[in-house]
T-cell receptor
């Protein structure tokens, strides 16, 4: 198993810019979800993708969007960055067919918006 | 809406001692899943233990065990024989039944420090 890998590890953007974060799911996992973790807080659910379609979304505006590719890798895109978007963005994958519902997390991408 | 509450922002324990981390949650669902995740300073979240709400027996994983009180909506984590490597943020998480949103809800975390 290769685990979940995310890139980039750190990045700095300015307000109004756009950012794309990438995630490679664990081998065999067909479901990927993205979480935002602000400093000192627990992860907040952004959205989830299954078979390349979004099938769950948290309380985040439309400028947060995503993609899942046939190889189960995924992207999180954030447009019109705001200062409050500064956070650790976590990607998590799981195999929905097992019923175990266990998330495997990546190490995250630390986004700083200036 | 589901909420998860961890009322202990920070805790400490002596090495080899036992510590219990608290978690309560609020839901109207009858079937769901509960988890404890650990986030060491290197920040990658790792599953510690998992509990299915329809199972009455408390889950155990080596030194980690839970006290699941469904009626009280309580899900505490007990760490026995604490080790230095247990130092981390611990997050309690709740998941609704599959195909009802697929969303995990996390608490705000408890920072545990194991003292040598």
């Amino acid at each position: 198993e290769t685990g979940v890998t995310q890139s980039p590890t750190h990045l700095i953007k300015t307000r109004g810019q756009q950012v794309t974060l990438r995630c490679s799911s664990q081998s065999g996992h067909n479901t990927v979800s993205w979480y935002q973790q602000a400093l000192g807080q627990g992860p907040q659910f952004i959205f989830q993708y299954y078979r390349e379609e979004e099938n769950g979304r948290g309380n985040f505006p439309p400028r947060f969007s995503g993609l899942q590719f046939p190889n189960y890798s995924s992207e999180l895109n954030v447009n019109a960055l705001e200062l409050d978007d500064s956070a650790l963005y976590l990607c998590a994958s799981r195999d929905s067919s097992t019923g175990a519902n266990v998330l495997t997390f990546g190490a995250g991408s630390r986004l700083t918006v200036l | 809406a589901q909420t998860v509450t961890q009322s202990q922002p920070e805790m400490s324990v002596q090495e080899a001692e036992t510590v219990t981390l608290s978690c309560t949650y609020d839901t109207s669902e009858s079937n769901y899943y509960l988890f404890w995740y650990k986030q060491p300073p290197s920040r990658q979240m790792i599953l510690v233990i998992r509990q299915e709400a329809y199972k009455q027996q408390n889950a155990t994983e080596n030194r980690f065990s839970v006290n699941f009180q469904k009626a009280a909506k309580s899900f505490s984590l007990k760490i026995s024989d604490s080790q230095l490597g247990d130092t981390a943020m611990y997050f309690c998480a709740f998941m609704k039944p599959p195909n009802t949103g697929n969303q995990f809800y996390f608490g705000t975390g408890t920072s545990l420090t194991v003292i040598p």
